[in-house]
C-alpha cells in the first residue's frame, strides 16, 4: 500500500477513539448554555436574540477549547488564546446574567465553572487562569447582584470540580491510549528498519561474491572472444548459471530463508574460488562442524562469505586457505589468501566489512583479527574460546 494508503489506515484508528471522548465531553458541557439560558429571563425579545447568540458563540469558544483537550499535541499559543478568547466571552455575560438571572438562581456561577473545567482540561495553567479570574467575577457578582460573595464562588468552584473530575479521568486514559499507540508505531517502524538492515545485510553477503566472480568471468570472456570463441562461450554460460544461482539467493534472503549453515558457506566459497580461478583449501570436519555452537557457526559462516568476498575483490590471489580448528576450548577460523594488494583508498584490505565482522564477533564473545601475514598474505582469523572448557 502506498504512503497515502498506510497513512489512512492509521489515522483511523487513532481518530475514532478521540470523536468518542470529545463526544462525551460535549455531552457533559452542552449544559452550561443550557443553564444560562434556562434560569434567566431577558426583558424583551431583541436582549433575548442578544443574549442567545451570544450563549452560542460561547459554546463554539467552549467546543475549541475541548478540541484541544483531546487533541494529542496541541499548539500551546494557539491554546492560550482560546482560552483566553472563552474566558472573554464569560465575562462579557457577567453583567446580563446576573441582572436577568431568576430569583434565588445562580446561572453565571454554574456557566464560569464549566468554563474553569474546561480550561483546567486544556492545561492546569489555563485552569488555574481561569479559576482565578472567573472566581474574583463570582464573587463580585454574588456581592453586588444577591448581597453575599460566598453562594456564587461556593457554586462556581463546586460545579468546576466535579465537571473537571469526572472529565479529567477520561481525558488522561485517552491521553494514555495515545501515548501507548506512539510507542507501537514505533516499535513497528523500529522493526521494519532492522528487517530492512537484514535484507542488506544478507545481500551484501550473498550477492557479493558472485557478483564478483561474474565480473571476473566477463572480462575473461572478453578477452577469449577473439581468439578462443569456445572458451569464451563456456565462460558465458557460467556467467549465466552464477547469474541465475544469485538470483535464487537473492529471492531466498527477501523472504528470509538465506542459506547461512557453516558447511554450505564452505563448499559455496569452494566453488566460487575455483570458478575465479582461485586454488582453494578448505579443511574443516564434518563432525566438528556440527558440535559447532548455532551462534559461533553463524559468525563463522559469515565470516567465510566476507572474507572470500575480499579475496575476489582485493586480491590478486593464487590460492586461498580456509580451515576451522578446534585447540582445547578455543575454535578458531582461519582465512587465508596469497594475493595481497598494497592498500588505496577504500580498497584497504580490512574493509567496512570486515570491521562490520569485529563488531559482530565481539557480540558474540569472539575476536576477529584481519591483517597482513607476511609480504604477499593476508589472514583473516576469528576464534572463541568455550566457557570452563565447554559450550
Same mark, same amino acid.
Request: a neutral charge; charged letters at 20%; one cysteine or more.
Given at each position: 500500500?502506498?504512503?497515502?494508503?498506510?497513512?489512512?489506515?492509521?489515522?483511523?484508528?487513532?481518530?475514532?477513539?478521540?470523536?468518542?471522548?470529545?463526544?462525551?465531553?460535549?455531552?457533559?458541557?452542552?449544559? %452550561?448554555?443550557?443553564?444560562?439560558?434556562?434560569?434567566?429571563?431577558?426583558?424583551?425579545?431583541?436582549?433575548?436574540?442578544?443574549?442567545?447568540?451570544?450563549?452560542?458563540?460561547?459554546?463554539?469558544?467552549?467546543?475549541?477549547?475541548?478540541?484541544? @483537550?483531546?487533541?494529542?499535541?496541541?499548539?500551546? @499559543?494557539?491554546?492560550?488564546?482560546?482560552?483566553?478568547?472563552?474566558?472573554?466571552?464569560?465575562?462579557?455575560?457577567?453583567?446580563?446574567?446576573?441582572?436577568?438571572?431568576?430569583?434565588?438562581?445562580?446561572?453565571?456561577?454554574?456557566?464560569?465553572?464549566?468554563?474553569? @473545567?474546561?480550561?483546567?482540561?486544556?492545561?492546569?495553567?489555563? #485552569?488555574?487562569?481561569?479559576?482565578?479570574?472567573?472566581?474574583?467575577?463570582?464573587?463580585?457578582?454574588?456581592?453586588?447582584?444577591?448581597?453575599? /460573595?460566598?453562594?456564587?464562588?461556593?457554586?462556581?468552584?463546586?460545579?468546576?470540580?466535579?465537571?473537571?473530575?469526572?472529565?479529567?479521568?477520561?481525558?488522561?486514559?485517552?491521553?494514555?491510549?495515545?501515548?501507548?499507540?506512539?510507542?507501537?508505531?514505533?516499535?513497528?517502524?523500529?522493526?521494519?528498519?532492522?528487517?530492512?538492515?537484514?535484507?542488506?545485510?544478507?545481500?551484501?553477503?550473498?550477492?557479493?561474491?558472485?557478483?564478483?566472480?561474474? %565480473?571476473?568471468?566477463?572480462?575473461?570472456?572478453?578477452?577469449?572472444?577473439?581468439?578462443?570463441?569456445?572458451?569464451?562461450? #563456456?565462460?558465458?554460460?557460467?556467467?549465466?548459471?552464477?547469474?541465475? #544461482?544469485?538470483?535464487?539467493?537473492?529471492?531466498?534472503?527477501?523472504?528470509?530463508?538465506?542459506?547461512?549453515?557453516?558447511?554450505?558457506?564452505?563448499? !559455496?566459497?569452494?566453488?566460487?574460488?575455483?570458478?575465479? #580461478?582461485?586454488?582453494?583449501?578448505?579443511?574443516?570436519?564434518?563432525?566438528?562442524?556440527?558440535?559447532?555452537?548455532?551462534?559461533?557457526?553463524?559468525?563463522?559462516?559469515?565470516?567465510?562469505?566476507?572474507?572470500?568476498? =575480499?579475496?575476489?575483490?582485493? !586480491?590478486?590471489?593464487?590460492?586461498?586457505?580456509?580451515?576451522?580448528?578446534?585447540?582445547?576450548?578455543?575454535?578458531?577460523?582461519?582465512?587465508? =589468501?596469497?594475493?595481497?594488494?598494497?592498500?588505496?583508498? =577504500?580498497?584497504?584490505?580490512?574493509?567496512?566489512?570486515?570491521?562490520?565482522?569485529?563488531?559482530? %564477533?565481539?557480540?558474540?564473545?569472539?575476536?576477529?583479527?584481519?591483517?597482513?601475514?607476511?609480504?604477499?598474505?593476508?589472514?583473516?582469523?576469528?576464534?572463541?574460546?568455550? /566457557? !570452563?572448557?565447554?559450550?
Amino acid at each position: 500500500m502506498g504512503k497515502g494508503g498506510e497513512d489512512v489506515t492509521q489515522a483511523q484508528p487513532r481518530r475514532t477513539p478521540r470523536w468518542i471522548v470529545l463526544g462525551f465531553l460535549l455531552a457533559s458541557f452542552a449544559w %452550561a448554555p443550557i443553564i444560562a439560558m434556562s434560569f434567566t429571563e431577558p426583558p424583551t425579545p431583541l436582549r433575548t436574540v442578544v443574549f442567545v447568540g451570544a450563549l452560542v458563540l460561547l459554546g463554539l469558544a467552549l467546543l475549541l477549547v475541548l478540541l484541544d @483537550a483531546v487533541a494529542p499535541a496541541p499548539d500551546r @499559543a494557539s491554546r492560550r488564546w482560546k482560552v483566553a478568547g472563552l474566558i472573554a466571552l464569560t465575562l462579557a455575560l457577567w453583567a446580563p446574567t446576573f441582572s436577568w438571572a431568576e430569583p434565588g438562581e445562580e446561572p453565571w456561577p454554574w456557566l464560569a465553572g464549566f468554563v474553569v @473545567a474546561a480550561s483546567g482540561l486544556a492545561g492546569w495553567r489555563s #485552569g488555574v487562569v481561569a479559576a482565578v479570574v472567573l472566581g474574583g467575577a463570582a464573587a463580585a457578582g454574588g456581592a453586588v447582584f444577591d448581597g453575599a /460573595p460566598l453562594p456564587s464562588v461556593v457554586t462556581t468552584f463546586g460545579v468546576a470540580l466535579t465537571v473537571w473530575a469526572m472529565c479529567q479521568a477520561l481525558v488522561w486514559l485517552h491521553r494514555l491510549w495515545w501515548s501507548a499507540q506512539d510507542g507501537r508505531e514505533a516499535q513497528a517502524r523500529l522493526a521494519v528498519a532492522e528487517e530492512r538492515l537484514r535484507v542488506g545485510r544478507e545481500l551484501h553477503d550473498v550477492l557479493g561474491r558472485r557478483l564478483a566472480v561474474i %565480473a571476473l568471468k566477463a572480462e575473461r570472456a572478453a578477452d577469449l572472444a577473439a581468439r578462443d570463441p569456445d572458451a569464451a562461450a #563456456g565462460e558465458s554460460r557460467s556467467i549465466r548459471d552464477l547469474a541465475a #544461482g544469485a538470483l535464487q539467493e537473492a529471492r531466498r534472503t527477501i523472504h528470509g530463508e538465506a542459506v547461512t549453515d557453516l558447511p554450505s558457506q564452505l563448499r !559455496s566459497a569452494d566453488l566460487v574460488l575455483r570458478s575465479a #580461478g582461485i586454488t582453494p583449501s578448505v579443511a574443516a570436519d564434518p563432525q566438528m562442524l556440527a558440535a559447532v555452537p548455532p551462534s559461533l557457526a553463524g559468525l563463522f559462516a559469515t565470516v567465510v562469505r566476507e572474507a572470500v568476498t =575480499n579475496v575476489l575483490r582485493h !586480491s590478486d590471489a593464487r590460492t586461498a586457505s580456509i580451515r576451522v580448528v578446534v585447540q582445547g576450548p578455543v575454535t578458531t577460523l582461519s582465512v587465508e =589468501n596469497d594475493g595481497v594488494r598494497p592498500a588505496v583508498g =577504500n580498497d584497504a584490505a580490512g574493509g567496512t566489512g570486515l570491521a562490520a565482522l569485529a563488531a559482530r %564477533a565481539g557480540a558474540v564473545g569472539a575476536e576477529l583479527v584481519a591483517g597482513p601475514d607476511g609480504d604477499d598474505r593476508f589472514v583473516v582469523r576469528v576464534s572463541r574460546s568455550a /566457557p !570452563s572448557g565447554r559450550w
